[in-house]
């Protein structure tokens, strides 16, 4: 075993907090082990640094609930590759899931949450699936990206894939949307566009 006094030879008289970045020097009274132990300039680094390890094993936890929620299976989805939530759905058809003491749409958690951290832009579908969670059919958007990407969808998927007589007996269905997504094969956000004259202009 080394001695006390060859282990703290080099101890250094300032370090920097790896929490703030800012240098502090040895405290008076501070003995070689305590010194040698200290990794923090103050206590508010301390409780910074313990809020956020227990985030991260709160988003380690919910990850894990939320991964015993996806269907990975190949077929899911307009194109068949699709990773479908299998839990809780709102009523237009997104999953959702607690996570990190709050309640989020499950392709957001996908997008930006499993990362461990938030952002201020919507999570928005290439896939035209709002049960999908894979990250590669997700993106960051704006509102107004949003909206321009439904209504490219909506003419270049919707309309081919419906009749007039069917367009016109989604427009008169009171039923919520995704019972009626359900029944013609389409997404919950195309039976929007419909019912709002988005697509299917002259009908």
């Not at 899931?97 to 957001?108: E, S």
């Not at 290439?126 to 059919?137: G, K, S």
């Not at 909506?154 to 007039?164: E, I, V």
Request: with cysteine; charged share 25%.
């Amino acid at each position: 075993m080394m001695p006390a006094h060859r282990k703290y030879f080099n101890l250094p008289e300032s370090k920097t907090c790896p929490e703030c970045g800012s240098e502090f020097m040895r405290p008076p009274g501070y003995g070689h082990d305590r010194w040698h132990k200290a990794e923090l300039c103050s206590l508010a680094c301390a409780s910074k640094r313990g809020s956020r390890r227990k985030a991260e094993q709160r988003v380690v936890q919910s990850a894990d609930i939320f991964e015993r929620q996806v269907d990975k299976r190949p077929g899911q989805g307009p194109a068949g590759e699709c990773w479908q939530w299998t839990g809780n759905l709102c009523s237009k058809g997104y999953g959702r899931l607690g996570f990190n003491y709050k309640m989020l749409k499950a392709h957001r958690i996908a997008l930006f949450g499993l990362n461990g951290h938030d952002d201020p832009r919507m999570a928005c579908h290439h896939c035209d699936n709002p049960a999908c969670v894979r990250p590669e059919h997700l993106y960051a958007g704006t509102a107004a990206d949003n909206v321009s990407d439904k209504m490219t969808r909506g003419r270049h998927r919707g309309n081919h894939r419906l009749t007039k007589a069917q367009v016109e007996a989604i427009i008169a269905d009171p039923r919520v949307y995704r019972e009626i997504a359900q029944q013609y094969g389409i997404s919950t956000s195309n039976v929007g566009m419909i019912k709002q004259r988005l697509t299917w202009k002259d009908t």
